[in-house]
């Protein structure tokens, strides 16, 4: 992705944030100069990739296929001591018609919650042990309703609707076409998207960046390079 892209997006996120009324943390503004003076008093915004997050699934067509991520807050696989934070909030900004790909969690389980806008159109499937596609019916629940999914159908989620997905449920999602962007957000287990996505076909979770402008706004994957206490 090219980084002039991406600091497009993040501001168009914001201004939507914005109109949907989701206030956001000072943290979500900070330039890259404010970046590089944090000190150790903020590691929990480094340590636990805080912030902002843009990916187009290596496909470079994000207006098809990508998604806009605020993560709140979230716990840390490797430094419990330190983090004990057992859950993660994040803000999934989803674009009219916009498809996440077909993938899966290891570890996470997660609420998905559409707080406003469009409808969200999502397709279930189980995973087999050899990663694929399982014919048997997707039990999940939604706003606490338990019931059965058969496979490769999908479910509706309206704005106030949520649905509890477990780890090693396949599930894609399409922002329903002329229904309007979506404030989706995620309530979940604790997450690192570097190590907890199984993608049914092979996709790249963390966009590599075409430095074409200077940045706006930070990607978490970017602080190693901006923080200097790292």
């Known amino acids: 992705m090219k980084r002039s892209q991406i600091n497009e997006i ?11 009324k989701i206030p956001l943390p000072p943290f979500a503004f900070y330039t890259p100069e404010e970046w590089k003076q944090i000190t ?14 843009v990916t187009d699934f290596a496909t470079a067509d ?8 605020f993560t709140f807050r979230n716990g840390n696989f ?18 009219d018609g916009q498809i996440l790909p077909f993938h899966f969690h290891w570890y996470k389980m997660e609420d998905i919650i559409n707080r406003g806008g469009g409808s969200l159109k999502l397709t279930l499937y189980n995973s087999t042990q050899a990663g694929e596609f399982a014919d048997t019916d997707v039990v999940v629940k ?8 058969p496979a490769g159908e999908t479910i509706l989620l309206k ?8 780890p090693g449920q396949y599930h894609q999602w399409q922002g329903l076409p002329g229904s309007g962007d979506i404030a989706l957000f995620e309530v979940s287990t604790t997450n690192d998207d570097r ?23 930070l990607i978490f994957n970017d602080y190693a390079k901006y923080i200097q206490y790292i």
């Open 195 to 217: 190590v907890d996505n199984r993608f049914y076909k092979a996709q790249s979770r963390i966009p590599e960046i075409e430095e074409d402008t200077i940045p706006t706004h």
């Open 159 to 166: 704005p106030g609707q949520s649905i509890t997905l477990a």
């Open 142 to 149: 939604v706003d606490g309703k338990r019931f059965a999914v």
């Open 78 to 95: 490797k430094q419990k001591e330190t983090y004990p934070k057992p859950y993660c909030e994040k803000l999934l900004f989803v674009r």
């Open 62 to 69: 994000f207006k098809h296929v990508g998604l806009t991520v």
């Open 40 to 53: 150790e008093q903020e590691a929990e915004l480094v340590d636990n990739m805080l912030g902002w997050d």
């Open 10 to 20: 993040i501001e168009y996120t914001i201004q939507a944030a914005e109109q949907f």
